[in-house]
Structures are given as structure tokens and as C-alpha cells.
């Protein structure tokens, strides 16, 4: 009997931390939000993620998931920044990397900051592209240069791909596009663009080729693609030009260029997920190596791959540098983005 009750004092001593105490993580559940209805691909990121970090964590928390549309990601943006409490306990899953757009030219729904999240890491970088319906005259970009009437384009907010993609077309080569905003979701202008009441979306090549209705889509020739954003053109999409191969047959200005580079930088932050300013450091640690694990869980990996996601990890430490450099603009690129964006 006594060496049963030594055997499991050392095993008690084995699971416990070298302090004595529980993980701070165990028999707590995790709350992460996502900023878009059910379904998006930011919520899939999400609700993946969420279902293979917890193993990585000490103590093995519990996930829930709980969607908070609205604004284009800026409702729940907000409430973490100024209601969730700093415990490591709530998070975003998953959030579209522009939003800093919304705070540069002060926005008065703006309540966060984009550089003071606590920033944990993202599953991929990610490109975007703009498709067009293909029963449209709009074949390239020099057809919407030339075009009496702009083609239509439907957006969620003023500050996501959807919108300031289309508008730095008519900043940077004179390509007018006619911008509806207000819709809830992704599939909501996607069901637009079926039914013909727009004609185009922009946004990242990742969703495009991960999930329907594109894979029907592309089988049926429904639509065209006009350009796409980065370094050089993805390999899916071999025809169709990026953004800095149009501003160079353009002859795009210095000017120009500076803004596309503001623009076009949250292609760095991908799909990341953060916490609310002020999260314990310890927590935070725990956290952003829980995540590096995840990124390199063989499980997790094999999901990925069969989901045909973009897979190219960005740790906290990374996002958190990008954060804090594309938020600290001068004036003048402020004022230019203002003038863009509408403010």
C-alpha cells in the first residue's frame, strides 16, 4: 500500500509543473471569435485551428467557437480590443489583415489598435485576385480603363480586398469599378455576382481555389480573372497579370507605387489569429508556441493539404513586427489613403 501511494505522489509530481501548481490552461475553455457568418474560409481557418491547438497547450483547454460578423471584421475587432478580458482565455481565430487600413485614416468606429493586439501567429500568407463574370465585356484591365459603364463589384466594408483593390486599379492604372458595399459575408457577393447584379469580387487566391462555389465555377468557365497581387503571378493562375506588372505598363508614378505598398501589405499577415492587448507574457508564450506546434502537428498538416489550403506559416513575433511598421505611416501616404478610401 505504501508503495502504491509513493508510486503516485511521483506520478502526481510527474503532471504537475515544477512549481507544484496546475497549468494555468487546465479545465479552462478557450473562446475564439471569428468575424464572419459560418462557412467563410476565415471561419474554417478558425474552427481548424481551434480543433488541433488545444493538445499543444499544457493543461488541455477546451475550444468553442463563436461567430461575430459584421463591418467586415471590424464588430469583432473591436470587442476584443475593448471588452475581452486580457486572460488569454478569448481570442480571434482568424481575422482579415487589412483592418489597419480603418485605423490609419481614423475611422470613428475604429475602438483598437492595430500594433497593441497580442499577436500569436497566421497558417499562411496570402495573395488576392479579382474575378470577373465571364459573360462580361470586361476581358482585361484595359477594358475597365476603357469602359462607358464601370464593371460592379460587391465588398463587405471599405477597408477589406474587396474594396481597396478595386479602388488602387483606378489609383494606380485608371481602371474605374463601381463599388457596392454592405454585404454580410463573402457568399453573399458571391450570390450577388450569380445572380448578375454585380459582376466581380477581389480577394485572396487562397479561397478562390479551396472551397465551392469556385470548383464549380472554374468547370464551367463562369468566370475570368483580372489581376492579382503578389511578388509574382501564382502558378494557378499563370495568365493573369499582377498588380506590379500592370503599374509598369502603365507607367504607375512614384506615388502610386508607395500606396500600393501600403495597401498590399497585410498579403504578409495572412489569416492570423491574436488576443486582446496585454495578455500575460507567460500566456502569450504559451500560446504562440502552442500555435508553432500546431503549424507542425503532421495531423494537422494532412488536413491542410486535403482541404487545399495555402500553407506558410507567420509566428507572433513576425506579425507582431508587421503590425507595428505598416501602422506607423507619414502624412502624406495618410492623407493619400484617405482620399482612396473615402474618409
Known sequence: ?????????????????????????????????????????????????????????????????????GAGHVVAANHLFTVAKPDGLTLIGSIIPSLYLNQLVGRKEIRFDWAKFSWIGSPARGASQMYMRAD??????EDVRSAKEPPKCGATGVTGPDSYLPKLMQETVGARFS????????????????????????????????????HTWRKKGFVRHLFQTGGKRDS????????????????TNEAGRRLATVLLAADAMGRPMLGPPGVPADRLKILREAYAKTMNDPQFQDEVKRRNYEFNPVNGEGLEATAKEITGQPPEIIERLKKVLGN
Request: charged residues 20%; aromatic residues 12%.
Open 1 to 69: 500500500m505504501k508503495k502504491a501511494f509513493l508510486a503516485f505522489l511521483c506520478l502526481l509530481s510527474w503532471s504537475l509543473p515544477a512549481d507544484g501548481q496546475a497549468p494555468f490552461y487546465q479545465g479552462k475553455t478557450i473562446r475564439v471569435i471569428v468575424g464572419t457568418p459560418p462557412g467563410n474560409l476565415y471561419d474554417q481557418w478558425a474552427r481548424l485551428i481551434a480543433a488541433h491547438l488545444g493538445k499543444h497547450i499544457p493543461g488541455n483547454p477546451d475550444f468553442i467557437v463563436q461567430n461575430m460578423p
Open 136 to 141: 462580361t465585356p470586361y476581358k482585361t484591365i
Open 179 to 214: 463599388i457596392v458595399t454592405g454585404y454580410p459575408g463573402g457568399q453573399d457577393i458571391d450570390l450577388g455576382v450569380e445572380r448578375g447584379e454585380i459582376h466581380c469580387r477581389a480577394f485572396t487566391i487562397e479561397a478562390f481555389f479551396g472551397r465551392e462555389p469556385y
Open 236 to 251: 494557378r493562375l499563370p495568365d493573369t497579370p499582377t498588380v506590379a506588372e500592370l503599374m509598369e505598363q502603365y507607367k
